[in-house]
């Protein structure tokens, strides 16, 4: 079957990127269809917010729920080193006490889901259950999106939300935009339907995570600080971030030779493992017990050539993905997701959505995303020490607090790398091309 209602914009994928990319449409009034595989509300990590985000979430008119939902308000980040020495909180008050100093730890199933419920109250049409075999292409524009019924869930307790939509039952259909955007996160689509899609050998890691009841919660303004600590052995770095109703996300990330060759077939045994030999996470976790499954993922770190094409934007993490230990993956979503929005009604306005048109905001986004990187290629330097480095310039701790806020699109921000070169080999930006 083949519909020839054509629509101003299809967005493959309901998370951050795409319900922000399809609220901003539809607020241009734009006609605008999301096509989301799953079924929220669903499991995903990436729960720690940066408090950044809160100029999008104005613009998406979410920040009344967000302050009245149950998340867990945060208000710095710590830092625990391999032999268990604590770092300085960073406080983003302190630099800067107003409202959007401060963020909120997140559970995503409920986060997600309130984003895309809000895409649908500003207009956009969503369909939950349809999976995108491919985009569809007219020589080198695409054109629309052949689309099938994805399975259901195995989870009975994940439900087709209220007003869901659901797709025809033929085996094959065809949807036609004039602009396709890829939000499909990790599983990058397009990205990959082109070959573009390059991964970052020197951020080549993997992960194993779940969530605890029970963990250990500092109090007063630390009460929801996320934090980072390396293992005593520095092959790898846990997130502990609380969460509302008592639970705490905790994960180690590590290389995959050193988190998976040799440790058998169950990940929560290896999980539980480093847990026991991080003698920080170990006393945060006595007592607590997993409320969840156990996730893995590996290759964390890559990113396309190209932002766009004629016809067609990617956003989020089907753009790229960095390393996840400085929390800037949602910021990194929702701002590609509103700046491509933008640059898709630009584009429709004059007629031209061409690769040049389309992409005219990602200069801006991989600068931003740039400079995360090179802050988590110093992170990952065994021979560099952020103590060692302040104590050299304590000029920049306020940039490392700006940076660790997600204001990641200000050259003001620069000089710190300049005097991190003198410490650590940071890596050159990645070429990025119009059209290949």
Same mark, same amino acid.
């Given at each position: 079957m083949t519909s020839n209602d054509q629509y101003d914009c299809i967005v493959i994928g309901g998370g951050p990127a795409g319900a922000t990319c399809a609220t901003i449409l539809a607020d241009h009034g734009r006609r605008t269809l999301v096509l989301e595989r799953?079924?929220?509300?669903?499991?995903?990590?990436?729960e720690s917010?940066?408090?950044?985000?809160?100029?999008?979430?104005?613009?998406?008119?979410?920040?009344?729920?967000l302050r009245q939902s149950h998340f867990v308000r945060k208000e710095s980040v710590q830092f625990v080193t391999a032999s268990g020495k604590e770092s300085r909180p960073y406080y983003f008050t302190d630099r800067d006490p107003n409202e959007w100093s401060t963020t909120w730890q997140v559970r995503r199933d409920e986060f997600d889901k309130l984003l895309l419920d809000n895409a649908r109250a500003h207009g956009a049409e969503v369909r939950e259950g349809v999976g995108v075999r491919r985009v569809l292409f007219e020589g080198d524009r695409a054109v629309g999106v052949a689309v099938s019924p994805a399975p259901r869930t195995a989870d009975a307790s994940v439900a087709t939300p209220s007003g869901a939509e659901e797709i025809s039952t033929d085996t094959s259909s065809e949807i036609r935009a004039k602009v396709v955007v890829d939000a499909t996160g990790q599983s990058a689509l397009l990205s990959r339907q082109l070959r573009i899609i390059t991964?970052?050998?020197?951020?080549?890691?993997?992960?194993?995570?779940?969530?605890?009841?029970?963990?250990?919660?500092?109090?007063?303004?630390?009460?929801?600080?996320?934090?980072?600590?390396?293992?005593?052995?520095?092959?790898?770095?846990?997130w502990y971030i609380p969460l509302p109703d008592d639970i705490v996300s905790v994960g180690v990330i590590g290389d995959p030779l050193y988190l998976f060759h040799g440790r058998g077939?169950?990940?929560?045994?290896?999980?539980? &493992? &480093?847990?026991?030999?991080?003698?920080?996470?170990?006393?945060?976790?006595?007592?607590?017990?997993?409320?969840?499954?156990?996730?893995?993922?590996?290759?964390?770190?890559?990113?396309?050539?190209?932002?766009?094409?004629?016809?067609?934007?990617l956003v989020g993490d089907a753009f790229g993905f960095l390393d996840p230990v400085y929390s800037a993956g949602v910021l990194l979503a929702l701002k590609g997701g509103e700046f491509?929005?933008?640059?898709?009604?630009?584009?429709? &306005?004059?007629g031209?959505?061409?690769?040049?048109?389309?992409?005219?905001?990602?200069?801006?986004?991989?600068?931003?995303?740039h400079r995360m990187r090179m802050l988590v290629h110093a992170?990952?330097?065994?021979?560099?020490?952020?103590?060692?480095f302040f104590r050299d310039h304590p000029e920049h701790r306020d940039r490392m607090v700006r940076l660790l806020i997600g204001d990641l699109f200000t050259d003001e921000i620069d000089p710190i790398?300049?005097?991190?070169?003198?410490?650590?080999?940071?890596?050159?930006?990645?070429?990025?091309?119009?059209?290949?």
């Open positions: 799953g079924r929220f509300p669903r499991f995903h990590v990436g917010l940066m408090p950044q985000t809160y100029w999008t979430f104005k613009r998406l008119g979410v920040l009344d729920a991964p970052d050998p020197k951020l080549k890691k993997g992960a194993i995570y779940a969530h605890y009841r029970g963990g250990l919660r500092d109090t007063g303004r630390d009460e929801g600080a996320t934090l980072v600590l390396h293992t005593p052995n520095r092959e790898g770095w846990f077939d169950d990940p929560g045994a290896t999980l539980s &493992e &480093e847990i026991a030999n991080c003698p920080a996470v170990r006393r945060r976790l006595i007592g607590a017990e997993r409320a969840s499954g156990v996730y893995v993922t590996s290759d964390l770190s890559y990113r396309a050539d190209r932002m766009a094409g004629d016809g067609w934007v491509a929005a933008d640059a898709i009604h630009d584009a429709l &306005e004059a031209d959505v061409s690769a040049e048109r389309l992409g005219r905001f990602a200069p801006e986004l991989t600068t931003g995303l992170f990952y330097d065994k021979g560099l020490s952020f103590g060692a790398f300049d005097d991190l070169r003198q410490y650590s080999n940071l890596p050159d930006p990645v070429p990025l091309t119009v059209k290949g």
